[in-house]
């Protein structure tokens, strides 16, 4: 059998990590700026991340939801505890998209309501409500096009109040930074607009934080530097450093229902060991401070050149915007430089480096882009 081919794969094969460092299958090392998707958040294979989830799956690896799970409530008090939210409440799921459609279908339940704001360059994932509120139209299948979607451009509140005039919308689901769409960062304003405006049309706010979560902006998520509270805030990718996982943090105005959201593999026991040691390594090494500090580093010493058009993003959440494609440019760090990163649209670089980034990784970077640049 062969695999179904929907991927645009480098033909490197990994078979090691550390930190931000990958060796391929040849002895080949390379820095990793990308972490898979921005899944990889304290770092590859940290020991103390290794020897968590070894010692689970010693003691028990997988169970369902039908009994007791103290990972899990530890996972919601500290949580809670470091992201700010400890009055809100965790739902436990395995991947983005399926936080988002939890999301809707929360933000659904509570209004009694079916349309969804969502705005222009977002991706929310790959499941059929994710789709439809994705801007995206080569993933559009006839099927997700017949959920109801308005779609808005960012910082346009205008256009938001709009729709929500119609009185049918549930709720209106924003990235803190969008990241696949190519980094762009909603104004302080504009998030302070969208919370009021959804609490006067008695809408929902929903943050997808997915990819810009988990202390990758510098702040546990990236809406805090608005100062706003959402209603739901949806998660994934960094949640439990690749091992599959997701979840959603439910404001204290949402009423649990027995049977409303449900899952079999959500917040199982590994990935609850995994999420747990995460949360450890975050708070020890003090790794959301070191995004911030380490990706601002970064970004103020991009090389200035008259290809680049722009540089975007806060902390580790970067996107370089050339005035050229960047296929070529991304060749040559991969296989010149030896340093793996990310793509959003045809012109733009995107950096998702784990957290534990340092300055010296940061220079390497640096003037690899410079060689590369001057070619
Ligand atoms: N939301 C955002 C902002 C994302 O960037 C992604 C994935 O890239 C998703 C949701 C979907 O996450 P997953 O692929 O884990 O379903």
């Not at 395995?94 to 939890?102: D, I, K, P, R, V």
């Not at 919370?195 to 990236?222: M, N, P, T």
């Not at 300055?359 to 690899?368: L, N, P, T």
């Amino acid at each position: 059998m062969e695999l179904f081919d929907v991927y645009s794969l480098f033909d490197v094969t990994p078979v090691r990590a550390e930190a931000c460092t990958i060796w391929d299958d040849k002895g080949q090392e390379y820095l990793d700026l990308y972490g898979g998707h921005a899944v990889i958040s304290v770092g590859h294979s940290h020991p103390a991340y290794v020897a968590a989830l070894k010692e689970q799956l010693e003691r028990i690896g997988f169970y369902s939801n039908s009994v007791r799970n103290p990972l899990q409530e530890e996972l919601a008090h500290r949580l809670g505890e470091m992201s700010g939210y400890p009055d809100y409440s965790l739902f436990l799921d395995n991947s983005g998209a399926e936080s988002n459609e939890n999301a809707m279908k929360l933000a659904s339940f509570h209004t009694g309501k079916d349309r969804i704001i969502a705005f222009r360059r977002s991706f929310h994932g790959r499941t059929s409500g994710a789709v439809a509120v994705t801007d995206n139209p080569t993933i559009v299948s006839p099927f997700n096009a017949n959920h109801k979607v308005s779609f808005c451009d960012l910082n346009d509140a205008e256009a938001v109040e709009a729709v929500l005039k119609g009185g049918d919308v549930a709720g209106v689901i924003v990235e803190g930074i969008q990241g696949c769409g190519g980094i762009h960062v909603p104004t302080p304003e504009f998030l302070k607009a969208l919370s009021e405006l959804c609490d006067r049309y008695g809408a929902c706010l929903i943050l997808d934080e997915v990819q810009s979560g988990y202390g990758r902006s510098g702040k546990f998520f990236a809406h805090q530097w608005a100062g706003i509270r959402p209603d739901v805030i949806s998660m994934g990718k960094g949640i439990a450093n690749g091992f599959p996982c997701g979840g959603i943090l439910i404001s204290p105005k949402f009423k649990a229902v027995k049977g409303m959201l449900g899952t079999t593999f959500g917040g199982n026991y590994l990935a609850m060991a995994a999420a747990n040691a995460v949360l450890d390594i975050i708070s020890s090494e003090k790794l959301v401070e070191n995004a911030y500090e380490v990706g601002e580093y970064l970004k103020s010493r991009i090389p200035a050149s008259d290809r680049i058009a722009e540089v975007r993003g806060r902390g580790l959440m970067l996107g370089i915007e050339f005035n050229e494609p960047v296929a070529e440019i991304r060749k040559k760090l991969l296989f010149d430089e030896h340093i793996f990163t990310g793509v959003a649209g045809k012109n733009m670089v995107r950096l998702l480096a784990p957290l534990c980034l340092s300055r010296a990784e940061a220079d390497i970077f640096i003037a690899s882009l410079a060689k590369v640049l001057a070619q």
